[in-house]
């Protein structure tokens, strides 16, 4: 099984700044990709930022130039540095991974969500 957990989000003024963490845990072989999405209230989920294990980046044009998404050596934390934050930001923001466990089988993980809102 593998867990992903957030951490990072909360209330921020517009304007300022939020660093989002993943970490990822459990029966991990490899991890292919990861990446956050976010859904507003009454909105679908969608895609914010990608980076595969290989370290190519995928960000959403909404955010290209704000946010950023990187991961530590060990490929199994990943961050999301969201700067200029606007009050469209506010969402909960979720982390995903897909990879393999050690007997080679597929993952598809998600976390649990972290909130985000930008107000005044």
């Known amino acids: 099984q593998v867990r992903l957990v957030e951490s990072g989000g909360g209330l921020v003024q517009p304007g300022g700044s939020l660093r989002l963490s993943c970490a990822a845990s459990?029966?991990?072989?490899?991890?292919?990709?990861m990446g956050w999405y976010r859904q507003a209230p009454g909105k679908q989920r969608e895609l914010v930022a990608t980076?595969?294990?290989?370290?190519?980046?995928n960000v959403a044009d909404s955010v290209k130039g704000r946010f950023a998404i990187s991961r530590d050596s060990a490929e199994t934390t990943m961050y999301l540095q969201m700067n200029s934050l606007k009050p469209e930001d506010t969402a909960v923001y979720y982390c995903?991974?897909?990879?393999?466990?050690?007997?080679?089988?597929?993952?598809?993980?998600w976390g649990q969500g972290t909130q985000v809102t930008v107000s005044s």
């Open positions: 459990g029966l991990i072989s490899s991890i292919n990709v």
């Open positions: 980076i595969t294990s290989g370290g190519s980046t």
């Open positions: 995903n991974a897909e990879g393999r466990t050690p007997f080679a089988r597929p993952f598809d993980s």
